[in-house]
């Protein structure tokens, strides 16, 4: 079953712009994680966020958790190109249960 | 972190066959996860691969289907049995370093097309 909704489902933006995709997610987790899948290829993991943590930058990404809410964003800035692929939240409950993924956000950012 | 590398990287199988696919990691880990990725779709947990012991299956996964080995702390294997064309899918591989470990690192990927 799937741990969470991303939305929007597809964002389509020019190069240069911020994107924004956020994730809600059902059950509590212990900690929310962000990939990358360019098309047809493994997922790149882009960032980690813990339970008690709110927020979190990694070069021109910026991931926000609201535990209360259960949900998270996932912000890019001054997109590009290459940029362009499907962003997927995963969540992980406590101990070693593995992830549980939403349904992804497919991001096409345009040159 | 730990590098995953999966074997074979695509395949064509014709119905009622058996593909076997293999999963290294280039150092020993606590976890690993076998996914599967429908055409479009995310990622679906199939089963926690357990070293010496039975893997667990998610629900609507089972064992016949899908069997898993897993011998030591570096490799596993998942096999897709009597292969239809449902079962046409991208099948990742997943690790996590240690139980203390969080992050989870995939491998690139087994893309299957069954005729």
């Known amino acids: 079953s799937q741990q969470g909704e991303e939305d929007p489902q597809a964002l389509s933006i020019q190069e240069g712009e911020n994107a924004t995709m956020n994730c809600s997610y059902k059950?509590?987790?212990?900690?929310l994680q962000w990939y990358r899948q360019n098309s047809g290829r493994g997922l790149v993991h882009l960032i980690l966020?813990?339970?008690?943590?709110r927020e979190k930058h990694s070069g021109r990404l910026r991931v926000t958790l609201d535990t209360s809410k259960k949900s998270s964003s996932l912000l890019i800035t001054a997109s590009r190109a290459a940029d362009t692929a499907s962003y997927f939240c995963?969540?992980?409950?406590?101990?070693?249960?593995?992830?549980?993924f939403g349904k992804g956000t497919r991001l096409s950012v345009i040159a | 972190s730990a590098v995953i590398s999966q074997k074979p990287s695509r395949d064509i199988c014709q119905r009622g066959t058996s593909l076997t696919i293999q999963c290294q990691v280039d150092?020993?880990?606590?976890?690993m996860f076998w996914y599967r990725q429908q055409p479009g779709q995310s990622l679906t947990l199939i089963a926690t691969?357990?070293?010496?012991?039975?893997?667990?299956?998610e629900s609507g996964f089972v064992i016949d289907k899908f069997p898993i080995s897993r011998p030591n702390l570096t490799f596993s294997t998942l096999t897709v049995s009597n292969m239809s064309p449902e079962d046409s899918s991208i099948y990742l591989c997943?690790?996590?370093?240690?139980?203390?470990?969080?992050?989870?690192?995939f491998g690139p990927g087994t893309r299957l097309l069954v005729l």
């Open positions: 997943s690790a996590r370093a240690s139980s203390g470990q969080e992050t989870q690192y």
């Open positions: 059950t509590s987790i212990n900690n």
């Open positions: 966020i813990r339970s008690n943590e």
């Open positions: 995963a969540g992980s409950a406590a101990g070693n249960t593995p992830l549980v």
């Open positions: 150092s020993q880990v606590t976890m």
């Open positions: 691969a357990n070293q010496g012991s039975e893997a667990t299956y």
